[in-house]
């Protein structure tokens, strides 16, 4: 019998999802040749389709010799129709494009962007123009900083949108922000020297940091960002770790008085402060706080994604450094991958240059307003006493639910009910002080998928008696 699995929630159809399965079950050998496929009629009333469907999935198969009907027996698999095993050569086309119709997890992800909005189209066309119009060094060796025309471009827009004052020399492009982090660690960081991270701090770039041999110094947060009297006195810093623009988990945009205070620090202490401006495009209240780097950019680094606003696929970041510090970065990028792929910073330059980017960023921005106000909604009439907190940017708040305790097993039983959590707890240094708030990320998630992902929540809260 055919175990077909169906996900009726999926944009790709029935019929598509059903010939996909089978013959990827040939590719793989799960159906052998010459075995029988279950007849149309059967099938279709075990998997709850119409006929048709299973048809027209049959006939596709049939069409493209997968499969083979021998009159008054049915539909068998037909010989030659897979390669042996052992040339471990599943088809080409099945590995591109692994299929979504497993059941989908409603994942609260913070940070987790709307991947389906990204200008698919758009940046096909700047990249088909790219490949026939570039000239022939952009297909050779690269410098390790980017691309002159990326670089300008950035310079122009980061002065325009973020405040953010430097030449283009002093950008150099990475592979995301994660490859800025790590190489900015590697470049300031030697033995017994520790970094100040708020405290909670994401997960990812804590890892990154201790991945790199840092010792990392929590320095406590407030509804609006880092507290900058609990940085070390007497300790020295290769740098302090901040996100001001949306403070990661809690949301914080930090107040110019924290920023001025972070540059006295960082003058005094003679070390630099990180900024990490992954999300900031996407301020819902008031005017966007321009960066800290441009109050002083010999004292602050300054990094930057596309992740966020375009997608993470892309592999795009930056970090724009104090200009002494620009040719050991530039050093130590080239050990690590030589240089960022040029023909993407290509279509991007001209993605920014052209205007796409501000009208992609205004369209998100409407969007993720929009989510973002169905999460809150759909969170404080579920939890009465529920406060939503550092929700004026970016795309995740953190919910503070009075009574919950966000413990692993609570987060994985609402786990086997599809949803995926994210307790603030498991980003705090400094433990047992969030134990009832979590991380709603909803960038990634659909309307119905935010409804559906609080009601489950409240659901199992309820029956696990997870509140008082
Ligand atoms: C705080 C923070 N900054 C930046 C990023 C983006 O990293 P990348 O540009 O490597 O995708 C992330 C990823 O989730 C993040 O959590």
Redesign the pocket.
């Known amino acids: 019998m055919l175990y077909i699995n169906l996900n009726r929630k999926s944009t790709t159809s029935l019929t598509q999802q059903i010939y996909e399965q089978i013959r990827g079950d040939i590719l793989n050998r799960e159906l052998k040749e010459g075995e029988r496929l279950d007849s149309s009629r059967g099938l279709s009333s075990t998997i709850g389709v119409s006929r048709n469907v299973v048809l027209e999935a049959y006939d596709r198969l049939i069409a493209e010799g997968y499969v083979e009907v021998r009159p008054r027996s049915g539909t068998f698999v037909a010989k030659g129709s897979s390669l042996p095993l052992h040339e471990n050569n599943v088809h080409r086309d099945q590995r591109m494009f692994r299929t979504d119709s497993e059941p989908k997890l409603i994942d609260f992800r913070?940070?987790n962007p709307a991947i389906d909005q990204f200008p698919r189209k758009k940046w096909g066309q700047l990249t088909k123009e790219v490949c026939g119009e570039a000239p022939d060094r952009i297909f050779g060796y690269g410098e390790p900083g980017g691309i002159e025309e990326l670089r300008i471009t950035l310079a122009k827009y980061l002065q325009r949108v973020r405040g953010v004052h430097c030449d283009p020399e002093q950008i150099m492009i990475t592979?995301?922000?994660?490859?800025?982090?790590r190489l900015i660690t590697e470049l300031l960081i030697k033995d017994g020297i520790s970094i100040a991270v708020e405290d909670p701090v994401?997960d990812?770039?804590r890892n990154i940091f201790i991945n790199a041999g840092a010792d990392l110094f929590p320095v406590p947060v407030d509804e609006n960002g880092i507290l900058p009297e609990h940085l070390p006195k007497g300790k020295k810093l290769g740098f302090v770790f901040v996100?001001p623009s949306h403070q990661?988990p809690m949301g914080g945009i930090l107040s110019i008085q924290r920023r001025v205070q972070l540059i006295e620090y960082a003058r005094k202490m003679n070390n630099y402060i990180v900024e990490?401006d992954?999300?900031s495009e996407f301020t819902y209240e008031g005017a966007p706080v321009p960066s800290i780097q441009g109050l002083d950019p010999e004292r602050v680094i300054y990094?930057g994604?596309?992740?966020?606003i375009l997608s993470?696929a892309l592999?795009?970041?930056y970090a724009v450094l104090p200009a002494h510090l620009v040719e050991a970065f530039r050093n130590l990028k080239w050990f690590h991958d030589r240089h960022t792929a040029s023909i993407d910073q290509l279509v991007l330059s001209r993605f920014i240059e052209e205007g796409y980017l501000d009208r992609h960023v205004r369209k998100m921005k409407k969007i993720y307003r929009k989510k973002r106000e169905i999460l809150e909604k759909c969170v404080l009439s579920s939890f009465k006493e529920a406060k939503t907190i550092g929700k004026a940017a970016g795309m995740h708040l953190v919910v503070d639910i009075p009574g919950a305790t966000f413990t692993d097993d609570i987060v994985n039983k609402i786990k086997e009910k599809g949803v995926h959590i994210y307790p603030v707890e498991q980003y705090a240094l400094k433990k047992g002080m969030h134990k009832q708030q979590i991380i709603m990320g909803y960038g990634g998630l659909t309307k119905e998928e935010i409804i559906e992902g609080v009601e489950e929540l409240k659901r199992c809260l309820d029956m696990n008696k997870y509140r008082q």
């Open positions: 913070g940070g592979q995301g922000a994660t490859q800025a982090l994401t990812e770039m996100i990661f990490d992954y999300d990094v994604t596309f992740s966020k993470p592999r795009v970041g």
